[in-house]
């Protein structure tokens, strides 16, 4: 009688790393159900029982993905004395995670975005509220940076926090085309020569 179910070896956070390394390179509507059970080992019935659908294993490799660059980027932000400082870690940050030799170039989150006119996409929203995190994080910084008079207060800095995520999103979309660490840092040290144009009108 043949044994259903997932095999006895089975990895799930391997799995799940696996996983995100494919929505990563594929995005999500380029990935199969085919593709993953191929890349994981496993059959569709073990796919289901460890993670449930393709939408909630997706969720489950944006949060681990998440995750993983958390940690470096509010360090960034928090543990720099200066605002202009940890702008500069922020982008060099996503930097070095968008361009690292052995992983998929880019970003999940920018480039896995689901297409589709659907506004009501749940996975959409998802993705847009991560992208957004990251401009609130950004902001918290610059709104900290004002009141220590670090920058002006007539500085609009919700649109600064704006520019910021742009730039890195505009990153990955460069990293994705085949752009060198070097290219990205080039990017990034460009975007911060608008934090010291601030800094003079001291």
Excluded: H
């Excluded at 202009?84 to 998929?104: D, H, V």
């Excluded at 880019?106 to 998802?126: I, K, M, Y």
């Excluded at 999103?169 to 070097?182: E, K, L």
């Amino acid at each position: 009688m043949a044994i259903r179910g997932r095999p006895r070896s089975f990895d799930r956070k391997a799995a799940l790393e696996r996983a995100m390394e494919l929505f990563w390179e594929r995005g999500y509507r380029g990935t199969s159900l085919t593709d993953i059970t191929t890349a994981l080992g496993i059959n569709r019935p073990s796919l289901y029982a460890a993670f449930g659908n393709k939408e909630a294993l997706f969720r489950e490799a944006v949060a681990l993905y998440s995750d993983n660059l958390r940690g470096p980027v509010e360090s960034a932000l928090r543990g720099e004395l200066t605002a202009r400082a940890a702008i500069a870690k922020t982008l060099y940050t996503y930097a070095e995670a968008f361009s690292r030799p052995g992983t998929p170039l880019g970003c999940l989150v920018v480039l896995s975005a689901t297409d589709g006119p659907d506004n009501d996409d749940p996975l959409r929203e998802l993705l847009t509220e991560l992208r957004g995190s990251l401009q609130a994080g950004i902001l918290l910084r610059l709104q900290f940076a004002v009141r220590e008079k670090e920058i002006p207060d007539t500085v609009n800095i919700a649109a600064l926090a704006d520019y910021f995520g742009t730039v890195v999103y505009g990153m990955a979309i460069q990293a994705r085309d085949g752009a060198p660490y070097d290219a990205l840092i080039a990017t990034a040290d460009l975007a911060i020569t608008v934090m010291e144009t601030i800094e003079t009108r001291q």
